[in-house]
């Protein structure tokens, strides 16, 4: 079930936002709370690529392995990170779309022991305050890029 989830759509080809999105690099172009994202993995983008990615959370640096767990050029990918007990997964599902391209998007979050099934309701509403708008910022630098 997911915790929260967002659909937005960006007039530009699927091509270019898949590569916009998973170019970790960008990161904090869409999230504004990202610092920096390193990727800590060899070789291309694929499953089992992780990234350390630095957030600024209530004004002190948090940092989080990103991994992604699924991989599907220009058609969708998750990833995942796990920290003291409570997962986090982002799904994103792109679709061609005469607009451009449109993306479908889920936050699961999965507790691990009691405490963490306690906190759980208060750590999905930060997250959302956090990450809830992202595809928008998302949209916003995407098609900021000029066609070349």
């Known amino acids: ?19 916009f999105s998973t170019n970790m690099e960008n990161s904090n172009k869409i999230m504004p ?18 990234f350390k990615e630095t957030r600024v959370i209530r004004g002190r640096d948090a940092e989080a392995v990103i991994e992604i767990i699924k991989y599907i050029p220009n058609q969708a ?12 997964i982002y799904h994103y599902q792109f679709n061609k779309v ?29 997250l959302k305050k956090e990450d809830g708008d992202h595809l928008h910022h998302l949209k916003k630098a995407v098609e900021s890029v000029k066609d070349q």
Do not use: R
Not at 41 to 47: A, E, F, K
């Open 1 to 19: 079930m997911a915790a929260f989830s967002d659909t937005i759509t960006i007039h530009k080809p699927i091509d270019e936002v898949f590569s």
């Open 33 to 50: 709370n990202v610092k920096q994202t390193v990727k800590i993995t060899d070789g291309p983008i694929t499953v089992g690529t992780q």
């Open 98 to 126: 005469v607009e451009g391209t449109k993306i479908d998007f889920q936050c699961e979050v999965n507790a691990s022991g009691i405490m963490m099934k306690l906190i759980k309701p208060l750590f999905i509403k930060i």
């Open 77 to 88: 990918y998750s990833v995942k990170n796990v920290t003291q007990g409570m997962e986090v």
